[in-house]
């Protein structure tokens, strides 16, 4: 079992930063994949970003490539999303989650674990 919890939403004006932090607690974390999603008011949940177990692979929606940078600490068992540039179409609760296989070999990310999601919201 692995627990998720995501922390350092808040608001923020456009063009702004936030960085987000998931810490992954359980002693099956070793050798997750893990991702970013978000879901907007009247939304679908949608992807974000992925890392694999290692930190060297990564991937990316559209909407946020070039201005987001997923990274992980395993030391720490914990997820970083570096958000810069921000827009008020990022507002939206932000979750992390976990994927028991490490995405060395696809950065789809089939999520078995979610955290309970932290708010951003960005002004104009």
């Known amino acids: 079992q692995v627990q998720l919890v995501e922390s350092g939403g808040g608001l923020v004006q456009a063009g702004g930063s936030l960085r987000l932090s998931c810490a992954a607690s359980g002693r099956t974390f070793r050798g997750y994949g893990m991702g970013w999603f978000r879901q907007a008011p009247g939304k679908e949940r949608e992807f974000v970003a992925t890392i694999n177990w290692g930190g060297g692979s990564t991937s990316y929606a559209d909407s946020v490539k070039g201005r987001f940078t997923i990274s992980r600490d395993n030391a720490k068992n914990t997820m970083y999303l570096q958000m810069g540039s921000l827009k008020p179409e990022d507002t939206a609760v932000y979750y992390c989650?976990?994927?028991?296989?490490?995405?060395?070999?696809?950065?789809?990310?089939?999520?078995?674990?979610w955290g309970q999601g932290t708010q951003v919201t960005v002004s104009s």
């Open positions: 989650a976990a994927d028991p296989r490490d995405l060395s070999q696809t950065m789809a990310i089939t999520p078995h674990y």
